[in-house]
Every structure is written in structure tokens, then in C-alpha cells.
């Protein structure tokens, strides 16, 4: 059981987080617990929607955001953002299982998405500090600046999420895939 309130439904929100859900609801046809959990802060549901409108609109595919999330999911130990990746990388990403098994690893199957995948759990193990070597790696696979600030950002993005769903216990409402432990 979650130790922060679920809003049960959108009317159970604040006034100012109903419209945003309402969005939500829209794109996905349900609103998940993670979305109504936040929805506590409709500044916080604010900030959270608005950087991840922001980023599936960069230079990243969305097969590679999922990869990342999943490997930043992992590392954290976060069950709830790998079951909803987990659900979305087979559903809408089309990943196979062994290819989230990998991202769960911090690697890829796909040699270009690998050096992605690998520098993003760098920067999530290592918090950011990250060697000249990690990032000529996921250069010299072809991503340009413009791409590393956004696999940072997904890190960060994941990160926050993690943290709200292990502070909050959120209850998990897609198939169950449990973290192996935190980093």
C-alpha cells in the first residue's frame, strides 16, 4: 500500500492537476498511480509533464528512452518504473525480452542503442562523473552533443520518478516485474 495518497480518480486531485491528468487520460486512456500520486503537487505534475513532452520530442528514439529507463529503473531498485517500462518497452517500443534483459543490464542488443544504454547506467552508477573515456564511447557511436544532454536528462528524469515511487511505495497497476536490488 502506497504511504503517500492515490487520488483515487482525477476528481480526487487538486483543481489545478485535474486538467493535466485529464491530458493524461486522454494520451494513455487510463492514468496510472505513478501520475495521480504526483498530481499530490500540481506543481510537481507540472514540471514532471512538461520535461517529458520536452524530451519525446529530442533527437533520442523513443526504443532507446525505454532502454534507458529500464537500466536507470534497475540500478535503482525502483519495481514500479521497471514494471510500467517493462509493460511500455514490449507494448509500444516493441522490445523483445531479451532485449529489456540487456537494457536491465545496462547494455543493448543493438550496438548503437548499447553505447546509449551503457553511458546512461554510467552516469546513474556513477552519479554524473563520468570519465573522457565513457564519453567518447557513445560519441564515437555516432551521438552528438545535442544527444548526450538528453541521455543525461533521461537519467535524471528516470532518476526523480524512481525516487518518488520508492519514497511513496506507489502501488504497482501494470504486470509486476520486481528490481533485483538497488545500486
Known sequence: MSRIQTPATIDDTPEASRPLLAAVKKQLGVVPNMFRLIANSPAALEGYLGLFGALNKGALPAP?????????????GCSYCLSAHTYL???????????????RNGASMDPKADAAVRFAAKVAQERGHVGE?????????GYDDAQIIEMVL??????????????????????????RKAA
Request: hydrophobic share 50%.
Open 64 to 76: 532507446t528512452r525505454e532502454r534507458i529507463a529500464l537500466a536507470v529503473a534497475e540500478i535503482n
Open 133 to 141: 573515456d565513457d564519453l567518447r564511447a557513445v560519441k564515437l557511436a
Open 89 to 103: 518497452g514490449k507494448n509500444v517500443a516493441k522490445l523483445d525480452d531479451a532485449e529489456i534483459t540487456a537494457n
Open 154 to 179: 533521461h537519467v535524471a528524469l528516470n532518476t526523480w520518478t524512481n525516487y518518488i515511487n520508492e519514497v511513496a511505495k506507489t502501488d504497482i497497476d501494470f504486470p509486476v516485474v520486481t528490481a
